[in-house]
């Protein structure tokens, strides 16, 4: 397979969206996820989906304003961001993990280099 590939981070005001993608050639089979990483803090994770995009989990902190799907026939996961916060702001990473479905709240052992999203006030 391929490396992982995030694109589509920014710059945006309180209230606004974004759309981040992900590149994953040869994951089609693999649950994936999003991560995200702050200043000064830990790498969280933001939503997953299962590898044939029936189910998807969310954090409580971004539920109901973030979307996670995949299209395997592109090869593509994206993550939908809307009435985004500005503590929303962090590296956001994208994540496989060689399941279905992700176990708990561990990460899969593939990263993007992750894409810059700055949410000011």
């Known amino acids: 397979q391929g490396p992982l590939v995030e694109s589509g981070g920014g710059l945006v005001q309180a209230g606004g969206s974004l759309r981040l993608s992900c590149a994953a050639s040869?994951?089609?089979?693999?649950?994936m996820g999003w991560f995200r990483q702050a200043p000064e803090k830990g790498r969280e994770l933001v939503a997953t989906?299962?590898?044939?995009?029936?189910?998807?989990y969310y954090a409580n902190s971004v539920k109901g304003r973030f979307t996670i799907s995949r299209d395997n026939a592109k090869n593509a996961v994206y993550l939908q961001m809307d009435n985004l916060k500005p503590e929303d702001t962090a590296v956001y990473y994208c994540?496989?993990?060689?399941?279905?479905?992700?176990?708990?709240?561990?990460?899969?052992?593939?990263w993007g280099q992750g894409t810059h999203v700055t949410v000011s006030s």
């Open positions: 989906i299962n590898g044939d995009g029936a189910g998807a």
């Open positions: 040869g994951f089609n089979q693999y649950a």
């Open positions: 994540n496989a993990y060689y399941a279905s479905s992700y176990q708990g709240q561990t990460p899969g052992n593939y």
